[in-house]
């Protein structure tokens, strides 16, 4: 595995990147070679959240992880458009995704059209380790910083 054969393709915000994050990752690469990774851009991002990282910011972190090997920004387009044009111009042999991906079926028929082998990872582990994800740890840190201020 070493002549970078195979090539993934993963996509995703990572605001606040976590061990949630890192074990998803981690899985993504033991599937491909060289793994490519799309950050979500901070004009996509606030369409869910406030983004608490920006997009530069987080772009850097992703390229400073072992498992990853590229990273570059989604398109400007929301979804699922953002995605496609990477799929079509990568043609990678895995897209790995989430179960929770809301163009989970478009993203599949793209997918098979293309010849690319999609991979659905669910988001969260039966032990619970890297259950977490950055809504519910901006959620505690809201509800430890009410705590602290009602003493």
Do not use: W
């Not at 970078?4 to 993963?10: R, S």
């Not at 869910?48 to 920004?73: A, G, H, S, T, W």
Request: some cysteine; aromatic content about 10%.
């Amino acid at each position: 595995m070493n002549d970078k054969n195979t090539i993934g393709l993963t996509s995703g915000c990572f605001n606040l990147l976590h061990p949630g994050h890192l074990y998803f990752l981690n899985n993504c690469k033991k599937l491909c070679d060289k793994l490519i990774v799309l950050v979500a851009r901070d004009k996509i991002t606030s369409q869910k959240r406030i983004p608490v990282i920006n997009e530069e910011q987080r772009k850097y972190m992703l390229e400073n992880l072992k498992c990853v090997d590229e990273v570059y920004f989604e398109d400007k387009e929301l979804p699922p458009n953002n995605i496609i044009r990477f799929l079509e111009g990568f043609k990678p042999d895995f897209y790995i995704t989430n179960s929770d991906n809301p163009y989970l079926k478009l993203y599949r028929e793209i997918c098979n059209k293309l010849e690319i082998q999609i991979v659905v990872m669910e988001r969260y582990t039966h032990d619970g380790i890297f259950n977490i994800s950055t809504t519910s740890i901006i959620k505690e840190i809201i509800k430890q910083d009410k705590e602290k201020q009602n003493g």
